[in-house]
């Protein structure tokens, strides 16, 4: 009896203590918020208010009410003796993360409707890709990029989730500081394709990487609108350090050298147990089907002795015996696997030295920066130098109107060997040249470092038995293919605001470079015996006008109110009207 009355003393003053706390979460503003979160902390009771704000809750003296909204500061109430609590919530001030979505229109992340990925300059600039594309590839989800090979400078293919098109173009548009940005790679079916086999550069590669600001992929349908079908396959937004940034007041100068050293990431794996040659005997055939390496290394007749010249060559009745007489009959060739492939590709680097020069005021923004890029791929005399000149600022002439502008200078020469598709023994197109085929598909028990590459008079040799083979080495040294690149680009705008809701801008930018590219091949070859010299020049040219007019109101309390709710706590309405004239 004692202990039943004890129970229920102990449950009389527990009920005693909870109470039901009521009361209305509104904003700054007095404006009630719906679907405020109210949670007793520690624990995983809780409710949310209503379409006037208001809020019902269990809970006991001295529990700890926890009121939440998206967008503004959270709030801690203890429970007294009180029966009513109202809160009102403030705004969080924190700076969200804001991106550039179309037109130079920059909005927070977590505001939008759609897909868009944000890179900050430094996650570009300190990878060792001279290229913007390739420095993109791996960092941003749902964006493929693919490298034409892997020779410096070359081409590269960027899709965004995926191909669009079966037939048609599949590269998003590039933007760079609210202006079309070219991304054109010019092929020329009689050099670059057929004998050269190389895959052109594709203009990113203008673009200084140490220069860049942000970069934002817009993957979506609606992240595109602006941009029409041009927009269709994705836009990748780019802004450049044009000296807007924080107003610092002071001068700053930054110099900086990033060095890399590259190499080939892997070769094929080959066996060390047969040589070159067929059905197990020793021979110049193209194969490794020879005899097998014995343990000591035996030694035979050096691979050079007895070799004719192609006919090609023109050679009359010359002879390798007569151009090597100290490998005619020579036995003292050591018949072992020799690593030829991996000899072949040296390491290569990437050498850039920037220097940056910002002055920031209240009224006056300014950066003025130049790069030089010095770059040495794995292949043998595959080389790319660029020039970057690059200014760029932002100047408030009065209290209305805002001028932002940018310029940029690129001089960008690109050399390396040919490329042409082969199946190692022969080239596919008649006068190709594959220096990874002609290479890769060399014997073990060639010495392809080793043995002379040219005679004296800068023929190739090489071990075949009629010389019909080209050298990779005499390849690599004699058949160049090279582009240089003029390019221009420019980005001015001028904003005038007319009250402080309404604002005009106006912006022009320009786009044009000049390509020279000429495939250069000396006389001595195999494949094309008598030299060659091809030239192709290639010029684009984009102006772009744009006339904006932004209009930042609130319409209504009311629509605010509603925004709040549906639009993450997005507080004006804008109308843009954007007018959009391209000139090629």
């Known amino acids: 009896m004692i202990l039943t009355l004890f129970m229920a003393l102990i449950v009389q003053i527990t009920f005693a203590q909870q109470q039901t706390v ?10 009630p918020l719906i679907g405020a979160t109210v949670v007793i902390s520690g624990t995983s009771s809780g409710t949310t208010t209503d379409f006037d704000g208001n809020y019902r809750i269990n809970a006991r003296q001295g529990e700890v009410l ?8 959270s709030q801690n109430i203890t429970v007294g003796t009180s029966n009513t609590v109202n809160v009102s919530l403030q705004l969080d001030n924190t700076l969200d993360e804001v991106v550039v979505v179309a037109q130079g229109i920059k909005r927070e992340k977590k505001a939008l409707g759609y897909a868009v990925s944000t890179l900050k300059g430094k996650a570009v600039s300190e990878r060792p890709e001279t290229d913007v594309a390739r420095a993109l590839s791996g960092q941003v989800a749902g964006v493929n990029i693919l490298g034409g090979s892997g020779i410096v400078g070359s081409g590269t293919n960027i899709t965004i989730r995926g191909f669009s098109s079966i037939t048609g173009d599949n590269q998003p548009l590039i933007i760079v500081d609210g202006v079309p940005f070219s991304n054109s790679t010019n092929e020329t079916s009689t050099f670059s394709t057929s004998e050269s086999g190389n895959n052109s550069a594709s203009r990113l590669l203008d673009l200084d990487p140490n220069n860049i600001s942000e970069v934002s992929v817009l993957k979506g349908l609606s992240a595109t609108t602006l941009y029409g079908e041009q927009g269709r396959n994705g836009v990748i937004l780019i802004s450049t350090k044009n000296g807007s940034g924080e107003t610092q007041k002071k001068f700053e100068v930054s110099i900086n050298n990033s060095y890399f050293i590259e ?22 055939a193209f194969s490794n089907w020879g005899a097998e390496f014995t343990t000591p290394y035996s030694q035979t007749t050096h691979v050079y002795s007895g070799n004719a010249y192609a006919s090609a060559q023109n050679a009359g009745a010359v002879t390798f015996d007569d151009t090597f007489p100290e490998f005619a009959g020579n036995t003292s060739y050591v018949y072992k696997p020799y690593n030829s492939v991996e000899d072949f590709f040296a390491a290569g680097y990437t050498n850039l030295n920037n220097i940056n020069i ?12 130049y790069t030089n890029t010095d770059q040495k791929g794995f292949t043998p005399n ?7 000149f690059n200014i760029g600022g932002t100047a408030k002439l009065s209290n209305r109107f805002t001028f932002n502008g940018s310029m940029m200078y690129t001089n960008t020469d690109k050399i390396s060997p040919p490329n042409a598709a082969s199946t190692g023994a022969s080239n596919v197109s008649v006068g190709g040249t594959g220096i990874f085929a002609n290479v890769l598909y060399t014997p073990r028990s060639i010495d392809l470092i080793g043995l002379p590459y040219k005679d004296c008079q800068n023929r190739s040799v090489y071990y075949r038995g009629g010389n019909d083979i080209q050298n990779p080495r005499w390849t690599a040294e004699n058949e160049i293919d090279q582009e240089i690149t003029d390019r221009v680009f420019i980005s001015m705008s001028g904003t005038y605001k007319l009250t402080d809701w309404m604002s005009l801008t106006w912006r022009t930018g320009l786009d044009s470079y000049n390509e020279t590219g000429s495939f250069k091949v000396n006389k001595g070859g195999i494949n094309l015996a008598n030299g060659l010299y091809y030239e192709t020049r290639a010029s684009e040219k984009t102006w772009d006008h744009s006339f904006i007019t932004n209009i930042d109101k609130d ?6 109110y509603l925004q709040r709710q549906v639009l993450t706590a997005e507080e004006t309405h804008t109308l843009r009207l954007v007018f959009n004239t391209t000139d090629s």
């Open 66 to 73: 926890n009121f939440s909204y998206v967008g503004y500061q």
């Open 358 to 369: 910002s002055k920031s005021s209240e009224k006056l923004n300014l950066n003025l920066a």
């Open 555 to 560: 319409i209504s309390e009311k629509l605010i």
């Open 263 to 284: 190499k080939i990431s892997s070769t094929p794996d080959y066996q060390d147990r047969y040589g070159g040659g067929w059905q197990n005997s020793l021979g110049k």
């Open 22 to 31: 009521s009361g209305t979460v509104s904003d700054e503003n007095g404006l």
């Open 382 to 388: 595959n080389t790319l130098k660029r020039n970057n």
